[in-house]
């Protein structure tokens, strides 16, 4: 369903992902893992239309999304949750759910249960404003702003980051959820080792910028990998 071919991402004078291939298909978790700063963060950045790839082809269902914005890329069909949230701490939660409306037709403007059914402390706290969730309420909210999109592809950067245990647990339950649905497209950023190995179906194994593992959890013994994620 997406398709990263030879990718290269610059800033400014600094080249940060070099040659970079990822696939991640539907009813798949696909986890990108590495150390800090090794490109991770950028790569979903690129593949959101955050910053714009200097480089190679990113594909979603057989067209190249080019120079497409990122505003673009959401009506497409990428969902993208940053690392930090980024909900709108002055807007109530129904508020900043729906800012998902601006990719979506007028007939689509809805909250559907399904967010509600998944993540309950939001509906109890729908008029409460962003900003005065906890870390964990917030990382919810900021998954269920990008399911509202309705995605084909859901990139989610660092979810369990300062998040307790009880609501780490909570959305591993709704990463797998939404993986069994066999519709989305799931790109993972995430240190949890555990918690990444748990859910991914596929790794792309990064360093300084490149790719020096991929497969599935068949074809990566779990060693190799926690090998590649230690500092």
Do not use: W
């Amino acid at each position: 369903m997406l398709k990263v071919e030879d990718l290269t991402l610059h800033y400014g004078g600094s080249q940060i992902l070099y040659g970079v291939d990822l696939e991640a298909e539907a009813g798949q978790v696909t986890c990108v893992m590495g150390t800090n700063g090794v490109g991770k963060t950028s790569l979903l950045k690129a593949m959101a239309g955050v910053h714009l790839a200097s480089g190679g082809t990113i594909t979603l269902d057989g067209k190249v999304l080019g120079k497409m914005s990122a505003h673009g890329r959401a009506q497409h069909g990428i969902g993208y949750v940053p690392q930090g949230r980024m909900i709108f701490p002055l807007l109530t939660v129904r508020e900043n759910l729906e800012t998902g409306y601006a990719c979506l037709p007028k007939s689509e403007h809805m909250v559907p249960d399904e967010i509600y059914e998944l993540f309950p402390v939001l509906q109890e706290m729908r008029g409460r404003r962003g900003g005065d969730l906890s870390g964990g309420q917030q990382q919810q909210l900021a998954i269920a702003r990008a399911m509202i999109l309705k995605p084909k592809v859901l990139l989610l950067d660092e979810p369990t980051e300062g998040i307790q245990p009880n609501i780490i647990q909570q959305i591993g339950r709704v990463i797998d959820y939404l993986r069994d649905q066999g519709t989305m497209a799931i790109v993972l950023v995430e240190q949890y080792f555990d918690f990444a190995y748990a859910r991914a179906d596929r790794f792309t194994v990064l360093q300084r910028g490149e790719v020096i593992a991929a497969g599935s959890k068949a074809e990566l013994p779990e060693s190799q990998l926690r090998d590649a994620v230690s500092v």
